[in-house]
């Protein structure tokens, strides 16, 4: 062991330095909150160490080429950083405790399966044979649950906009944008098949069956 030069001249007693360089020294190592529980200080370390490559992450080179690691690294060179639990389904420890997650997964410790665009109205995400999915409730389609189902259909170019609620487009009314709408009414028995046409009884024509042919 080498203790430093570091603390006294020569002239004062050896045993009073060197009590006082170890005093220094478990100071030292007290002050490093980091410091793994558990490790008995003082542990005997050199000052003249050298480590080559260099400890990383705030590890202390202690002996030659011997790093003492900060607490959540570990490795020859402190080069690893500790994940307790370890990321599970592949997610890499990115710094103490910090798992990163691949596609698919999520939650501390990448444990959880996730789906990554999220499952909306009220779908659960669930892995099914390993592969993340949005379980939908009833009245909710497609992979994030995101399309309403009418049930009763959206016809003549309507859309389904929540569950059996369907958007009409201009012209069209009625549950299932079935009913057409005709302005002026159809007249005399005649009846409104597409936005505003009519489709007269005999012998009534015209636009709003308001001609009687003459035979
Ligand atoms: C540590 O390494 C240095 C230089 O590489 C050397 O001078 C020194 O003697 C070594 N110390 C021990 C304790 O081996």
């Not at 003082?42 to 790093?67: S, Y």
Request: aromatic content about 6%.
């Amino acid at each position: 062991m080498v203790l430093a030069r570091c603390c006294f001249p020569a002239s004062v007693k050896m045993n009073v330095a060197l009590l006082a360089c170890l005093v220094a020294l478990v100071g030292i190592c007290l002050a490093r909150s980091d410091a793994p529980r558990g490790v008995a200080v003082p542990f005997v370390f050199d000052l003249k160490a050298t480590c080559d490559p260099r400890c990383q992450h705030a590890g202390i080179c202690i002996r030659n080429n011997t790093c003492f690691c900060s607490r959540g690294y570990e490795g020859e060179t402190c080069q690893y950083a500790n994940c307790y639990p370890k990321c599970k389904n592949g997610g890499e420890c990115l710094r103490p405790g910090k798992c990163r997650c691949p596609s698919g997964f999520g939650g501390k410790y990448c444990h959880k399966v996730k789906c990554d665009s999220g499952c909306w109205n009220g779908g659960d995400c669930i892995a099914v044979n390993g592969v993340a999915k949005c379980i939908c409730p009833s009245s909710w389609t497609g992979s994030k649950c995101q399309e309403a189902i009418c049930p009763q259909g959206c016809r003549n170019g309507g859309s389904c906009m929540a569950p059996g609620i369907c958007s009409c487009p201009e012209g069209w009314l009625g549950g299932a944008c079935h009913t057409a709408v005709c302005h002026r009414p159809c007249l005399n028995g005649g009846k409104c098949l597409s936005p505003d046409s009519c489709r007269c009884r005999p012998p009534y024509s015209g636009p709003h069956c308001e001609e009687r042919k003459v035979f």
